[in-house]
């Protein structure tokens, strides 16, 4: 069945430096994958998407890699701020077809110290 | 980025009575909208695909009697949650694609806390 881990439940780092959230998955190739935020008793918001054939993706502080071959995609935020913590989800399209569902991982919440 | 809203955002019910919990696209037209439910420290779980004008697609695991959804037009789903326990206590989310545009990304509700007593 399809897996997704990611890999860690807590990222503690100091303001300025760049926060790097790891995503693994297995037993599926995922069409895209998708990286979301969440803040405590909220719905995730969306924030990057990146297809098979593509290997990094940026928007502003953010940088997504995803490499098919390791199954794995990184999530960096760079110069990161406190108004960064919150815990990031990542998820992957589900394999069966084109539903548009959903598969996510337990998320790693980050905590970015002043 | 298109808004999907939730009512209510937080419930508090009896055990044996059932809960209605609405999921709007406020700025789109939704053909499918998703249900997930979420319990403390963990993840998003897939509850069940809701298509506008038929019936719901649930995940396995899912008691479609026990979660009622319907989705009577383009932007409306209601989820209902049955003769409630306290083991259905959790924070319930709905999502929506907006078809136009063009891309696979998820716009999630703010989410309903409901509390069975």
């Known amino acids: 069945s399809q897996k997704i881990e990611q890999n860690s439940e807590a990222l503690n780092i100091q303001e300025g430096k760049t926060a790097t959230l790891t995503c693994n998955y297995t037993n599926y190739s995922p069409a895209y994958l998708q990286w979301y935020r969440q803040d405590p008793g909220r719905g995730p918001v969306f924030l990057l998407l990146i297809r098979e054939n593509e290997k990094e993706k940026r928007k502003e502080r953010?940088?997504?890699?995803f490499d098919t071959t390791l199954k794995q995609s990184l999530f960096?935020?760079?110069a990161s701020q406190p108004a960064d913590s919150a815990t990031y989800l990542c998820a992957?399209?589900?394999?069966?077809?084109?539903?548009?569902?959903?598969?996510?991982?337990?998320g790693?919440?980050?905590?970015?110290?002043? | 980025g298109a808004v999907v809203?939730?009512?209510?955002?937080w419930?508090?019910?009896?055990s044996g009575t059932s809960v209605k919990i609405e999921c709007?696209?406020?700025?789109?037209?939704?053909?499918?909208?998703?249900?997930y439910r979420q319990f403390p420290k963990q993840s998003l779980m897939l509850m069940a695909t809701s298509n506008e004008g038929s019936k719901a697609t649930y995940e396995q695991g899912v008691e479609k009697d026990k979660f009622l959804i319907n989705h009577a037009s383009l932007t409306l789903s209601t989820l209902t949650v049955t003769s409630a326990h306290p083991e259905d206590s959790s924070f319930y989310i709905c999502s929506a694609r907006d078809p136009l545009?063009?891309?696979n990304e998820q716009f999630f509700g703010p989410g309903t806390r409901l509390t069975v007593l």
């Open chain 2, 101 to 103: 545009a063009g891309g």
């Open chain 2, 5 to 9: 809203s939730q009512h209510p955002s």
């Open chain 1, 108 to 114: 790693t919440t980050l905590q970015v110290k002043p």
């Open chain 2, 11 to 14: 419930v508090i019910c009896k």
């Open chain 1, 92 to 106: 992957l399209a589900s394999s069966s077809g084109n539903t548009g569902k959903l598969i996510f991982g337990q």
């Open chain 2, 24 to 35: 709007r696209s406020l700025d789109f037209q939704a053909t499918t909208m998703f249900w």
């Open chain 1, 76 to 78: 960096h935020i760079t």
């Open chain 1, 62 to 65: 953010l940088k997504v890699t």
